[in-house]
């Protein structure tokens, strides 16, 4: 099966084996061997958002409330040690595209709710993983199809707040976007520095430094402006100039404030509908060097979407994560619609490579800008590092400078920076979404 001109091929998969693996926040989550025919060995492993778009594909968890509180995934180790594995034996690990319209075919479900998008993630990026080694290519040489070389910006999350934090800052994440840097290692170096000045800047207003799920500080602070006001003064006493050297991004996690139709930013003890939560984001925008907005708006508010494109998507990136979910129909809404002008991808909200690559292309296509995004409860996979860099997406968020399993994404991506050499660019300014509504 899956030969070549009836040859056995040493990149066929021998042995396929999932297990139950811990993510950052200590539940359960999938991990997949892969070991071919030749003895090539490949794994891969499965992050878990908190913050869920209601359109994501699905994540399946056992449910048993005696093992994790329900979270466990043994059904789904099940499911790919079994049925996963059996019509995978013999497959050529180079046929990403095969292999992921296989995986689609045997679920049969239009949001991945049989075999569950953990399920099949694992599995396809397992499978890329070890076309890669048998390939004898580094990741993001393997997935690169374009000859890219050009490194991501960081969106450096290093305040967090809403169902990331246990505070009262209402906005989900506040991140520094070194956009002034000359190279990624002098961009991640910048945004360290501020997450370091950050620390004593909260210090000495004896505010609480513990850090997040993503890695940032979560200190109780009065207002979001508040927030943005100690990046700035952390900004400065790291010697470097907001708005030239660091801009600021803001994920707002709007759905996460949606009750009763109405926008709750409980820290401000305001309650807004649609227009009025535009018109507050407007004045962030025209007050803060703000240069980057996901998920401004609830996941089904889109003539909100639309109001706050129309009115501000000429001045900041305005990025659908939640409103999109890395879908191409709901793309395909919010580039018809003019909704957004950016859209944040994740892996397992649509649950293959080949899926994800799609999105990417889509979104490019359109004009769009494009940023590889990590989840809350993350592991030591680094596959969005290397994705970042063959989609020459120029953007990636995945966290704060600290929390290993945001690190690792940074550190994978000094390996790809030394790799390339004088080769390597890093992106700039022009890597954002800005559409101008002509």
Known sequence: MHNLKGKKLNNNIEKLIAREILDSRGNPTIEVDITTSSGVFARASVPSGASTGEYEAIELRDKDKK?????????????????IASALKGFDVTKQKEADKLLIEIDGTKN?????????????????????????????????????????????????GGSHADNSVDIQEFMV????????????RMGTEIFHCLKEVLKIKKMATSVGD????????????????????????????????????????????????????YSENKVLDSEEMVEYLGKLINQYPIISIEDG??????????????????????????????????????????????????LNQIGTVTETIEAVNKARSAGFGAIISHRSGETEDTTIADLSVAMGMGQIKTGSASRTDRVCKYNQLLRIEEVLGSRATYANINCLGHIKNE
């Not at 093992?67 to 049925?83: A, M, P």
């Not at 070194?178 to 002098?186: D, I, K, M, N, V």
């Not at 508040?226 to 708005?243: P, Q, Y």
Request: aromatic share 8%; charged share 20%; net charge negative.
């Open 177 to 188: 976007m070194p956009f002034g840097a000359s190279s990624f290692s002098e961009a991640l």
């Open 214 to 265: 993503e890695g940032g500080f979560a200190p109780n602070l009065r207002s979001n402006e508040e927030a943005i006001e100690v990046i700035l003064e952390a900004t400065e006493n790291a010697g470097l100039k907001s708005a030239s050297d660091i801009y600021i991004a803001l994920d707002v996690a709007a759905s996460e404030l949606f009750k009763n139709n109405n926008y709750n930013l």
């Open 67 to 83: 093992r994790y509180f329900g979270k466990g995934v043994k059904s789904v180790v099940d499911s790919i040690n079994t049925t």
């Open 297 to 346: 708006l609830d996941e089904n508010d889109w003539s909100g979407w639309g109001h706050f494109n129309n009115n501000f998507g000429d001045k900041v990136q305005i990025v659908g994560d939640d409103l999109t979910v890395t879908n191409i129909e709901r793309l395909n809404r919010a580039i018809s619609e003019k909704s957004m002008n950016s859209i944040l991808i994740k």
């Open 112 to 160: 991945k709710s049989n075999l569950g998008a953990n399920a099949i993630l694992g599995t396809s990026l397992a499978i890329s993983h070890a076309g890669a080694k048998v390939s004898k290519k580094n990741l993001f040489e393997y997935l690169n199809n374009a000859n890219q070389t050009m490194l991501p910006v960081p969106m450096m999350n290093i305040l967090n």
